[in-house]
Structure formats: structure tokens, C-alpha cells
């Protein structure tokens, strides 16, 4: 049968799915942070199954990204569950991918698989639809907003060039009584150190964890996310600080 990549970030929730799916005869391909992407895209599956029902934003913008490779795009994408108006605006995006329910999942696959979209809608990325704003704005800067900065590059401030009325940046260890938290990482072993205290960080505030895009230093998004995960915490918003340092916005995983 057809090998499917599914998407979910729960692991425990998504463990039915993955039964119900090699009970009908497929491959599964699966991991909580989807750290495989560039092996998905070398290797690309059958088909998609993304799971709505947690994190839909993330879930969607996965799907942008695989519509917007050329390696995966004309693989079908199934989406699954979710709350009626997130899935609405969804399909508004990509009216040519399958929307079903876990019930109908098999069926659904089956002919999605048998029926690929012959021409692909390409959204744009949620980053690019609103590459137009500053990246104070991005980060959600508002007036009066007190940004705290953590280990930050040289000339970091040129990013924000143009903050509202009453904010202010002060460089700050712990981020403590901040508004929004920067905090950079330059290597490996300073994330994997910090971990417990972005926890404690992000449960005050918001948080943006920015790495440098070089990857040069053993960081990059997957495995950020994959960290995350294993402590509570997911990412909800990514942008592009600058040309050299991507950021995701964290927050405490709900239960």
C-alpha cells in the first residue's frame, strides 16, 4: 500500500491514528516535531495526513510549506478533524486538498491517493503574506512594551529601528517583569543549558527564541521545536529578525 507521512503534535493522541492507518495497509511515517522535513522532501511519501485538531496554524503552514516545495507538491494532502471555522479558512487556502474525519480517514486517503491534484494551488507562506510589516511589528511590539534581550549579537538593535511610544529595550539576563523576551542563541550547548529557565521565562511572558540561520552552530528550527516539545512548550509564530537570525514565538503547551 502507500506510504503516508502524518502530522500531529501530540504523540499519545496521534497513536490511534498511526494504528488505524497501518491497519489499513499503509507505511507510516512519523515524528511529534516533524524534524525530518528535509528527508521528506529527498524522499517525499504518497501522501499527507495532517491532524487539525491541535495547533492548526501550525498544521496549515506545514502544508503551505510542502505545497510550496516542488519535490512534494503534487502529493496529496489529507486534513483531518479540526474546528469547523480554522478548517473553513483552511480550505479557503487549499481547496484542493481533502478534508475528512478520523472515521473516514481510510476511504479519504484512498482517494486522495488515487486522484493527486493535477495542478496545485501554492499559498503563499504565512511570513511572506505579511513580509510587508517591520519587524517590531512581527514580534508584536506594542506601545509601552518593556522588550527584555538575552545574549544578543552585535548590532542587533539596527532590527528595531522604529519601537512605538513608551517602549523600551533593556538588555537583561532573565527577561524577569518583560513585556516580550529576545532571547538569542548562539550554540548548541547555551539552548540545551537554558531550557529550564525558557520555561519558567515564557509562563510570565511572551518569548521569542531566535537562532542564526547559518546553522553553523548545530541550531536550526527542528530541533528547537523537538527540544520544546519534550518540555511543555510549542511554538505558535516564526518570522525573519533579520538577514541573519530567524525567531519562533513559544508559549506553554495547554493540556
Not at 542587533?156 to 529601528?161: E, I
Given at each position: 500500500m502507500a506510504r503516508v507521512r502524518v502530522f500531529h503534535w501530540n504523540a499519545k493522541e496521534a497513536a490511534p491514528l498511526l494504528a488505524l492507518l497501518r491497519r489499513a495497509g499503509h507505511t507510516v511515517d512519523y515524528d511529534v516535531a516533524f524534524a525530518a522535513y528535509r528527508d521528506t522532501r529527498a524522499n517525499p511519501p504518497t501522501a499527507f495526513v495532517i491532524d487539525l485538531t491541535r495547533l492548526p496554524a501550525s498544521g496549515r503552514e506545514v502544508a503551505v510549506a510542502l505545497r510550496g516545495s516542488k519535490a512534494t507538491r503534487t502529493v496529496p494532502i489529507v486534513f483531518l478533524d479540526g474546528e469547523a471555522?480554522?478548517?473553513a479558512r483552511i480550505r479557503q487556502l487549499m481547496p484542493d486538498a481533502v478534508y475528512t474525519t478520523r472515521a473516514n480517514v481510510a476511504s479519504a486517503l484512498k482517494a486522495a491517493i488515487a486522484h493527486p491534484p493535477a495542478e496545485p494551488v501554492v499559498p503563499i507562506r504565512m511570513m511572506d503574506r505579511f513580509g510587508h510589516r517591520s519587524v517590531v511589528q512581527k514580534l508584536g511590539i506594542g506601545k509601552g512594551a518593556l522588550v527584555a534581550v538575552i545574549d544578543p549579537p552585535p548590532g542587533?538593535?539596527?532590527?528595531?529601528?522604529a519601537l512605538p511610544d513608551g517602549a523600551q529595550v533593556i538588555e537583561d539576563a532573565t527577561g524577569a517583569g518583560a513585556t516580550i523576551t529576545l532571547w538569542f542563541f548562539h550554540d548548541l550547548a547555551a539552548f540545551h543549558g537554558s531550557l529550564r529557565a525558557l520555561r519558567t521565562t515564557a509562563?510570565?511572558?511572551?518569548?521569542?527564541?531566535?537562532?542564526?540561520?547559518?546553522?553553523?552552530?548545530?541550531l536550526d528550527g527542528n530541533l528547537i521545536r523537538r527540544a520544546l516539545v519534550e518540555i511543555g512548550l510549542v511554538d505558535y509564530k516564526i518570522c525573519a529578525y533579520d538577514e541573519a537570525w530567524s525567531g519562533m514565538a513559544i508559549s506553554i503547551k495547554k493540556v
Open positions: 471555522e480554522k478548517v542587533y538593535m539596527n532590527a528595531l529601528d509562563a510570565g511572558g511572551r518569548v521569542w527564541v531566535l537562532w542564526r540561520k547559518n546553522k553553523r552552530d548545530g
